[in-house]
């Protein structure tokens, strides 16, 4: 059915599955690559057309790369908080991936500690909530990711939640087994996992991320609907997908939302939860995503609810924050105003 965007804004959710690397705006990109004299790496009026998830990639590096100063960085963080309560979103699991901010290699932690500064000034004005999950590069050394993992267990920085991967696992191949000790090494550290699967790789990435990785979520998992036994897996251990409709268009997963498992993958039993992924490069939003979906697979309100309850469940959010959104999500109408009263 047709939904309102303001009466998907009103609908108390979560969003599991979004890179603070694809929240730059494009015009703030042509500022501050102006201010360093720095070229576009294409015309502007096809800065944003991607041809993949390859291109995708490099292009977070020379968005990345202009985000240099600790300001920058305090000011992308408030923004994404902005972001999320003009969305009416209540809380985010946000990726960040290290190696595209080569201006931050070997400062890290510097840059942990300039997002804290955005993060915290946004809470203080009562701005939704934040948790990192810090992702490694598919293409990355088990030296590497050793590194990552060592620092993130030394530091235990209050605002990180989770060990990530991503990247193009097309271009670097089967990476599960060259990750598994870092993972586990995180999951003993008390930090949670999510892992990109199932996007630039097929079946094998999930079963991977599943079983080597020791998932709480797969980002993207939609090629798992290509294999039955894997779609059972997902359903049995109740693993959660957060899945990006458009980002899977935009970057050629599929050619179409009607070639897109999201709906196939639900009904299947699926803890599938809707995202943006990269939502400024990418041109949409979170009420856009859920819209988009509710009306070209003829969902109803009580279908879009219990997906927005999937995001809020599988979501990092500490237990007092899910809780106040499953209340709220309760209250929430498809059909009429679109403010509720939350008890
Ligand atoms: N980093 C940002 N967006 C991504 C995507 N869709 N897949 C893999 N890595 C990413
Ligand atoms: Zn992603």
Not at 129 to 152: H, I, K, M, W
Not at 198 to 221: K, M, N, T
Request: some cysteine; proline content about 5%; hydrophobic content about 45%.
């Amino acid at each position: 059915m047709s939904i309102s965007l303001d009466v998907l804004r009103a609908l108390p959710k979560a969003e599991i599955h979004v890179h603070l690397e694809g929240t730059f705006e494009p015009a703030v990109l042509e500022r501050w690559a102006r201010q360093a004299g720095v070229a576009l790496p294409r015309p502007r009026e096809r800065l944003l057309d991607f041809t993949g998830l390859a291109d995708f990639l490099e292009f977070l590096d020379w968005a990345c790369g202009l985000a240099s100063t600790a300001d920058r960085a305090a000011e992308l963080a408030r923004s994404f908080c902005e972001r999320l309560a003009r969305d009416g979103t209540g809380y985010a699991d946000l990726i960040i991936n290290p190696t595209h901010w080569s201006a931050w290699h070997g400062r890290l932690r510097a840059l942990f500690d300039a997002l804290e500064a955005g993060f915290r000034e946004a809470e203080q004005d009562g701005l939704p909530g934040v948790g990192l999950c810090v992702s490694l590069l598919r293409t990355q050394t088990p030296d590497e990711a050793a590194e990552l993992v060592d620092n993130l267990i030394a530091w235990r920085h209050p605002r990180v939640v989770a060990l990530s991967v991503d990247g193009n696992e097309a271009t670097a191949g089967r990476t599960g087994p060259r990750f598994a000790d870092a993972f586990r090494r995180a999951a003993g550290a008390g930090l949670r996992r999510t892992v990109h699967a199932g996007e630039s790789s097929g079946p094998d990435g999930v079963w991977d991320a599943v079983d080597l990785l020791g998932a709480d979520r797969v980002d993207h998992g939609v090629r798992a609907i290509e294999d039955a036994a894997l779609v059972d897996t997902l359903v049995r251990r109740g693993i959660a997908l957060g899945i990006c409709p458009s980002s899977n268009l935009a970057l050629k997963v599929y050619p179409s939302l009607a070639a897109h498992p999201i709906d196939a993958l639900r009904r299947a039993g699926v803890r599938v939860s809707i995202n943006t992924d990269d939502p400024s490069l990418l041109g949409t939003s979170l009420p856009r995503e859920y819209g988009l979906c509710a009306e070209h697979f003829d969902w109803d309100g009580e279908v879009v609810r219990s997906l927005a309850r999937n995001s809020i469940e599988a979501s990092f959010a500490n237990p007092e924050a899910k809780d106040g959104m499953l209340r709220a999500l309760v209250a929430w109408r498809a059909g009429s105003s679109p403010r509720p009263s939350v008890a």
